[in-house]
């Protein structure tokens, strides 16, 4: 149980198109979704936390206007970069907590992005 | 703030050769410890956790024991293999809160045959 995908597991775009990645719950209901940016052969970084039907919470010194999340029902997450650049390329990572977990996560595969 | 203070890796080690990582952290009020892995290309997976003062977490052959006295979350595996090269991750959250994970910086072992 608790399962969480990602989609799409890689992506590569050219500089200034935007991308939409997606965050699922596949066997329960989220309450809440973090996303989190990895550097290479480093640690995560949290970049914002969502609950489902109210506006994200970002963290500081991220661009809510060129990371825009949603999370619109409580098995869906939503990160879409926004006229991505190459230093936009890294690996996110989304994770899901659900209503009766006071402290668990369940982490997503990743994404690899890529911005020509 | 919270924080986690990780052993730096590299770590390497041949296999069936006795592994420890080390954890302390700094936290507000009374955490929970995770250890988390990630092989390479994909996302982390939770290894073990504690939730309180002398708990101890184990699985798959990891053991980690919740120190408040010392505040130390320490990864130890008796013999690895070369299946667990990995990068490993503590992190913490503070109980109670909606909060996010913290985490420390991560430490890659790599286990030779």
């Known amino acids: 149980g608790a399962v969480v995908s990602q989609h799409p597991s890689r992506v590569i775009c050219k500089s200034g198109t935007s991308v939409k990645i997606e965050c699922r719950s596949l066997?329960?209901?989220?309450?809440?979704m973090f996303w989190y940016r990895q550097f290479p052969k480093k640690s995560l970084m949290l970049m914002a936390t969502?609950?489902?039907?109210?506006?994200?919470?970002?963290e500081q010194g991220v661009e809510k206007d060129k990371f825009l999340i949603n999370h619109a029902s409580l098995t869906l997450s939503t990160l879409t970069v926004t006229s991505a650049h190459p230093e936009d390329s890294s690996f996110y990572i989304c994770?899901?907590?659900?209503?009766?977990?006071?402290?668990?996560?369940?982490f997503g595969p990743g994404t690899r992005l890529t911005v020509l | 703030g919270d924080s986690v203070t990780q052993m730096e890796g590299p770590v390497t080690l041949s296999e069936e050769a006795f592994l420890t990582i080390n954890c302390t952290y700094t936290?507000?009020?009374?955490?929970?410890l995770f250890w988390y892995v990630q092989y390479p290309g994909e996302g982390l997976q939770l290894l073990l956790k504690a939730t309180k003062a002398d708990d101890k977490g184990s699985n798959k052959g990891f053991e980690a024991t919740y120190r408040k006295e010392t505040t130390s979350f320490h990864l130890e595996k008796g013999s690895v293999q070369v299946s667990d090269s990995a990068v490993y991750f503590c992190?913490?959250?503070?109980?109670?809160?909606?909060?996010?994970?913290?985490f420390g910086s991560g430490t890659q072992l790599t286990v030779l045959p």
């Open positions: 992190a913490l959250s503070e109980t109670g809160s909606a909060r996010q994970l913290t």
């Open positions: 969502s609950n489902e039907g109210s506006k994200a919470t970002y």
């Open positions: 936290a507000t009020g009374y955490p929970s």
């Open positions: 994770s899901a907590r659900y209503s009766g977990s006071r402290v668990e996560q369940f």
């Open positions: 066997d329960f209901q989220a309450t809440t």
